[in-house]
């Protein structure tokens, strides 16, 4: 419970790092708004894969992704696709990113990761410890597979990354495979097992109860869009919220891929950019792996969750507010038959969401470059539920003006203006 007359802080966006801010700030002593423009984690924390990996220390921009990256592109059923119309809007991103994937640069990004995601389970542990939101999260392990041999592993960047960082990993060849996941067809020929990685059961479940012990905790949630702020010389005085402003002392943006405008208002021009994802959940599949398996060959995701068995991947670029292509999500179909012979799918949903991405891989978390009480926290891209309850912990750090327990110079907002 916080105290009466608490320092007050406001969040706007409830989704996974939104939320696990609120907790931390609320353990910090501070009196909590949250403030989200929909239902509480209904954004990209909705329907994602509900993979927790301490291990995520491997970024996706690493050499030799742009030598595949084209054929991926031409590949209508390809796990990478700009739309035609957002292709010169994108492409400043896209040689962000491509610089971004030298060895240097995926080095520097790899230590990071490590930074944000080794202590995710823990973190959990201890915002959910006591609530019915623990049995929501499981030390489950997860599995990668390929169709080619030697290649569920990566390249010796990769696995030299998860030496240097202690991920523990497990090469499997095909029969150590069946034995592990043998819904699977027999048509991967390398796995690798990483014990030490986690999984959410639901991740759309697990923010709604993170947020149950907020409000418990006399979090105040409002529903509305944030559209801008007051001023007063350095300093937010108000979020204005659907035209009615609501005061503020500080403020924690974690907006996810909606944040680009509110930093931008807040003095900080990103270049985030919204990266649609799919997924497929089915209800009945008749067959459900152990764990999360990865499909490396195809970049995506397989998970079971409470509600089924969801398939969960593609990058998409088409700018914020672009309609889905649900073509996208009868590819995941036809992964589903071609990885789980025997599946059935008479009783599939389907889902799109946005991925905060920044082009280097890396999310910014900070103060606000002209505004002394406002911070960012947001662009965890591909790793968002893991990175989630750390990104909060450090963010209630800067807003209480605590050392931050983890360096966080990698993530400063100025790092494009350089
Ligand atoms: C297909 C797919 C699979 C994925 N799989 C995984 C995985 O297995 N493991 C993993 O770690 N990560 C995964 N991710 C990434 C992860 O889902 C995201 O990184 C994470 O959910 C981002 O969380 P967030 O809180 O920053 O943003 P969001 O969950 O998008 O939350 C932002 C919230 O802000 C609200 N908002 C936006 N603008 C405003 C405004 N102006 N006013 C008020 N509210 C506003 C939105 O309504 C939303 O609720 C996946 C993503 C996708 C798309």
Redesign the pocket.
């Known amino acids: 419970m916080v105290a009466l007359n608490a320092p007050t802080a406001t969040v706007?966006?409830?989704?996974?790092?939104?939320v696990c801010s609120a907790l931390w700030l609320q353990r910090a002593g501070f009196a909590v708004t949250l403030?989200?423009?929909?239902g509480?984690?209904?954004?990209?924390?909705?329907?994602?894969?509900?993979?927790?990996?301490p291990g995520?220390v491997v970024p996706y921009l690493i050499p030799g992704i742009w030598k595949e990256a084209p054929g991926w592109l031409l590949d209508p059923e390809g796990p990478l696709a700009v739309r035609p119309g957002y292709f010169l809007k994108a492409l400043p991103w896209l040689m962000a990113a491509v610089r971004s994937a030298s060895e240097e640069a995926a080095v520097r990004t790899s230590h990071a990761m490590h930074a944000l995601h080794s202590g995710t389970l823990e973190a959990y542990g201890e915002l959910t410890l006591g609530t019915a939101a623990a049995d929501l999260i499981e030390l489950s392990g997860q599995l990668y597979v390929s169709e080619k041999p030697d290649s569920a592993q990566g390249s010796a960047l990769t696995q030299r990354m998860r030496t240097e960082f202690g991920v523990d990993a497990v090469a499997l060849d095909w029969m150590e495979i069946r034995e592990l996941e043998p819904c699977l067809a027999p048509i991967f020929k390398s796995g690798l097992l990483l014990p030490k990685n986690g999984r959410t059961k639901n991740?759309h479940h697990l923010?709604t109860a993170l947020a149950d012990i907020a409000q418990r905790n006399g979090a105040r949630v409002l529903r509305?869009?944030?559209?801008g702020f007051q001023f007063e010389g350095a300093a937010v005085k108000a979020v204005i919220v659907d035209g009615q402003a609501q005061a503020a002392q500080r403020v924690v943006i974690?907006?996810?891929?909606?944040?680009r405008d509110?930093a931008a208002q807040l003095g900080s021009r990103l270049p985030l950019e919204a990266?649609?994802?799919?997924?497929i959940t089915i209800a009945d599949p008749g067959v459900m792996p152990r764990m999360?398996v990865t499909n490396t060959d195809a970049k995506f995701?397989c998970?079971p969750m409470n509600v089924g068995l969801r398939l969960?991947?593609?990058a998409e670029f088409g700018g914020l507010n672009a309609e889905p292509n649900w073509q996208r999500t009868e590819v995941l179909k036809r992964q589903a038959q071609r990885m789980f012979p025997g599946v059935r799918l008479d009783s599939v949903s389907t889902w799109s969401?946005?991925?905060?991405s920044l082009p280097d891989g890396l999310p910014v978390l900070g103060r606000s470059r002209l505004f002394d009480n406002a911070w960012f926290a947001?662009?965890?891209?591909?790793?968002?539920?893991?990175?989630?309850p750390v990104m909060g912990k450090l963010a209630a750090e800067l807003v209480a003006g605590q050392p931050s327990s983890v360096d966080i110079t990698p993530f400063r907002a100025t790092r494009f203006q350089e």
Do not use: C, Q, W
Request: aromatic share 6%; charged share 10%.
């Open positions: 706007v966006g409830a989704g996974i790092v939104g403030i989200d423009s929909g509480i984690g209904e954004g990209a924390s909705f329907g994602n894969a509900g993979n927790i990996s995520a991740p923010v509305g869009k944030v559209e974690a907006a996810g891929a909606a944040s509110l990266e649609r994802g799919y997924h999360p995701a998970a969960a991947g593609t969401g946005n991925r905060p947001f662009g965890n891209s591909h790793f968002g539920m893991s990175a989630g």
